[in-house]
């Protein structure tokens, strides 16, 4: 006989009319997934014992198909700078089966502002040479559950002011899942956002690019990196199917004068991409697009042979952007001491 015991159902990640099929699906009634929407996007439970306006046997309905998708944090450090850095189990999708891995979402304070930064997936197929997440390979998508978690299992879920798909992962290679997370996000019925609180972050995947500019009203974030493409190229495979050319050349049909924004990221490595010579390509190459570049401290990691840009050369490129019409500034670095910085999320794998 056998002992198989089949996954429920996660209804983290359901949107308003999924949340209502599922109640249904219980013998319940419709209005039931509105209340199902509240407890878990506003009031942000974790339990169906803590749905106390859902009748006792309604809840032991629902909890024998469902589960609520929560998943408690694996680990955590914090930063000598207030930064946090959690370590969630996934069970991802990859090569038509399912992978348990782990990822890492970071939580940054800054003034009133706490922005968390989450993974999409875990490890990445883009192969960008000088970030740990990309050495790792890939591991599998998460699903919009897995995401949402990261949201809702910090320790102060309710003081989030913003995210940035900036984690683990290239967003748009999981873009349905994200998608779905976008719309908990914003909608009514889930968090509530604004769209101006999401910043998506990509290395250009054009098609979906298209998709998420005509569809979202989030803001947008590009790793540039280097603005020649055969350089670019030598750090960041992807240069060769999506050019960075051609990524900016789709951006500038948008319209960016109002409150949404588009920045360009741009880490800068000594004796490689911190010349004038490169100032002055990237200047010709934004043109008069309105957007910001943001300038990051790259943090060595083993096999790769550049050396962050000195804060003299960092500083003369910013100044030459900004003194020719680019805003431009350099981004403080957050959470090194804790491997919590820009490309240097790892998480853990294991095969099943």
């Known amino acids: 006989m056998s002992n198989f015991v089949p996954m429920k159902e996660k209804l983290l990640g359901k949107d308003l009319e999924e949340m209502r099929e599922a109640a249904i699906a219980c013998g319940l009634k419709a209005f039931v997934g509105n209340q199902l929407c509240d407890w878990l996007y506003v009031k942000r439970i974790r339990s169906f014992d803590e749905m106390t306006n859902i009748a006792k046997a309604s809840r032991e309905k629902l909890a024998a198909k469902y589960e609520l998708g929560i998943r408690e944090p694996a680990g955590k450090a914090v930063s000598s700078d207030g930064t946090t850095k959690y370590l969630f189990p996934v069970s991802c999708v990859h090569g038509g089966g399912v992978e348990d891995s782990y990822v890492e979402a970071v939580m940054i304070p800054d003034e009133d502002r706490r922005t968390l930064c989450v993974s999409s997936q875990a490890g990445c197929k883009m192969g960008c040479r000088f970030c740990m997440t990309g050495r790792q390979g ?9 995401i949402l978690n990261q949201f809702l299992s910090i320790d102060e879920p309710c003081s989030l002011t913003n995210t940035v798909f900036m984690g683990m992962g290239e967003p748009l290679d999981n873009y349905d899942q994200v998608s779905r997370v976008i719309r908990v996000l914003t909608a009514p019925w889930g968090f509530g956002w604004s769209p101006k609180r999401v910043t998506l972050s990509t290395i250009g995947v054009l098609p979906k690019l298209k998709e998420y500019l005509d569809g979202q009203k989030c803001h947008l974030a590009v790793s540039l990196h280097d603005p020649f493409g055969e350089e670019r190229f030598s750090i960041m495979p992807v240069q060769k199917a999506y050019p960075i050319r051609d990524v900016v050349q789709l951006i500038k049909q948008y319209d960016f004068t109002g409150q949404r924004r588009v920045s360009f990221e741009y880490t800068m490595f000594a004796g490689f991409n911190d010349s004038l010579r490169h100032a002055q390509e990237l200047l010709r190459l934004l043109g008069k697009l309105e957007c910001r570049v943001n300038l990051i401290r790259f943090h060595k990691i083993p096999d790769f042979p550049y050396e962050c840009a000195s804060d003299k ?11 020719n019409g680019i805003t431009c500034t350099i981004r403080s670095s957050r959470g090194e001491d804790i491997l919590a910085a820009c490309g240097m999320l790892a998480g853990r794998h294991s095969q099943q």
């Open 138 to 146: 890939f591991h599998g998508n998460l699903s919009a559950a897995d």
């Open 313 to 323: 050369a960092m500083e003369h490129f910013r100044d030459y952007l900004n003194n």
